[in-house]
């Protein structure tokens, strides 16, 4: 491979949540084991070198005062968007810098919403997800994801519509990869939900924040492509973040083709005098959406993949069960068999991995009655350090 996907990077010290919180941890592993972090939905690998360049290079002036957004920005979201999603028509007017997806989602809700109204979200459910909407003062209408006779996690139509006209829903938070599942929706899908939509004029807010890491021989379908109706009412939100290993820099995007819609939401965030894009945020992305860059994230879908692969067999064997990721760098993992067969429980199992140091997230905050979420964008042989752990210390047939 032309990137590098296999260094051990020391992250102690370098203020990574998914590192040095886990020290911090009043109860730490057994004496004498180092903590694999497999849980907080970031990645232990360098990321893209053009992105770094195009930062360096701008540190090399030494004044960092009020600017104006460059057109190379706006340009490159343009050109990534067309390239990597087939997307047709999109221009500057359809876009806005936003500080996060979470908060994007929040202001666009501000506008749809009133506080105390019901919104319906599929459960599985990501926590920022619960978090974001509860804080905010709405009423979270879930839809459960059912396994088909693969494992492979669905939309129920029936059960959509039903609570969409029970509960007088007029908004949905939609996650496009999803997480925790790792599902990457197929056309036929989403023109199903969207047909739903329409029926009961329901906006979406669709978080695409995982749009890029996606499984080879998968596609991503962005949600406001569907047809037009969905390309008028939906409030779509990407990142360079997730992608590119760079959440503690912050910054999104989103792209609205309605301009009332957009108008609206553009008042309501400046009522805060809050999203203004971060001068290193902007040279980032100026850095990540090169040539470099979509090599980069083909080479990257390969590590991941090969990772889950290896994950999955070697954690089947346990029984403990999963469909394969079609996008994402996640497993929800359902341990039920394994904790079971052994009269153990989800708390005992997560407790004796972290005993070793491999540092899992608990599934019931995803609404997974047994499940544990884990993060394989980590090193190959860190992953096989994990696995040899779970193997000799942790695991029982």
């Not at 080879?216 to 009412?233: C, L, R, T």
């Not at 902007?282 to 850095?287: R, V």
């Not at 599934?363 to 993060?375: D, E, V």
């Amino acid at each position: 491979m032309k990137y590098d996907f296999e260094s051990i990077i020391d992250r102690r010290g370098q203020d990574a949540w998914a590192v040095d919180d886990l020290y911090d941890d009043p109860t730490p592993p057994m004496e004498g084991w180092s903590v694999i972090p497999m849980w907080v939905a970031d990645m232990s690998f360098a990321t893209c070198p053009t992105v770094l360049e195009a930062m360096a290079e701008r540190c090399k002036h030494p004044c960092f005062g009020y600017y104006k957004t460059k057109d190379e920005y706006w340009n490159s979201i343009i050109d990534w968007q067309t390239k990597r999603n087939g997307v047709v028509g999109l221009e500057r007017k359809h876009l806005a810098y936003e500080n996060g997806v979470l908060g994007g989602v929040v202001g666009a809700l501000n506008v749809l919403c009133s506080k105390g109204d019901n919104i319906l979200v599929h459960s599985p459910t990501y926590v920022g997800f619960t978090s974001a909407l509860e804080n905010n003062g709405w009423n979270i209408v879930h839809s459960e994801l059912k396994q088909d006779e693969n494992g492979i996690y669905r939309m129920d139509y029936e059960d959509m519509e039903q609570k969409i006209k029970k509960n007088r829903i007029h908004a949905c938070v939609f996650c496009s990869p999803h997480n925790p599942t790792g599902r990457v929706w197929e056309r036929e899908e989403l023109e199903k939900a969207y047909a739903i939509f329409e029926k009961y004029d329901v906006k979406v807010v669709s978080d695409e924040i995982w749009s890029d890491l996606i499984r080879p021989g998968y596609k991503h379908i962005p949600s406001q492509s569907v047809n037009e109706w969905a390309k008028m009412n939906t409030v779509a939100e990407y990142a360079i973040t997730k992608t590119f290993n760079m959440a503690g820099l912050i910054g999104s995007y989103r792209i609205i083709y309605n301009k009332y819609l957009a108008h609206r939401i553009d008042k309501d965030e400046s009522l805060c005098h809050y999203n203004d894009i971060n001068v290193f945020s902007q040279h980032a992305l100026i850095g990540a959406y090169k040539p470099e860059g979509h090599e980069w994230v083909d080479e990257l879908n390969q590590v991941l993949a090969a990772n889950i692969d290896k994950l999955k067999a070697f954690l089947e064997q346990y029984d403990i069960t999963m469909p394969t990721p079609q996008g994402t760098y996640l497993l929800f993992a359902d341990c039920t068999k394994y904790c079971e067969k052994h009269g153990i429980t989800l708390d005992e199992l997560e407790k004796k991995m972290w005993d070793y140091g491999v540092s899992t997230q608990d599934g019931r905050a995803f609404h997974g009655a047994c499940h544990i979420r884990i993060n394989v964008a980590i090193p190959p042989a860190l992953l096989d350090e994990a696995i040899d752990r779970l193997e000799k210390y942790v695991l029982v047939k």
